[in-house]
């Protein structure tokens, strides 16, 4: 059973930052790509940024520059560094899990940036 539970989301003034925690159960966690990805109403899901379990990363462009992923397999959890925020990141932010064919996912942390 895998669950993920993210958490660090809240209200801050454009230009401020926050970081975003996913907490996850179950044993694959080192051996499994992480992402976090973002979903503002009326909007698509998009892909913010991953982690593979060697610690390669990916940023959408974005967020490049701003967004740093991270993970703490001793913990077994995802982190997401979010500095310079911008009003257009306000979203709900979800956390991914991916090994091999399955994907699970989190139920998401409200990211809201003002101006």
């Known amino acids: 059973q895998v669950q993920l539970v993210e958490s660090g989301g809240g209200l801050v003034q454009a230009g401020g930052s926050l970081r975003l925690s996913c907490a996850t159960s179950g044993s694959i966690f080192s051996i499994s790509i992480m992402g976090w990805y973002r979903q503002a109403p009326g909007k698509q899901r998009e892909q913010v940024a991953t982690?593979?379990?060697?610690?390669?990363?990916n940023y959408a462009d974005s967020v490049k520059g701003r967004f740093t992923i991270s993970r703490d397999n001793a913990k077994n959890t995802l982190y997401l560094q979010m500095n310079g925020l911008k009003p257009e990141d306000t979203a709900v932010y979800y956390c991914?899990?991916?090994?091999?064919?399955?994907?699970?996912w989190g139920k998401g942390t409200l990211v809201t940036v003002s101006s």
């Open positions: 991914s899990l991916n090994f091999g064919l399955e994907h699970y």
């Open positions: 982690i593979t379990f060697g610690g390669s990363t």
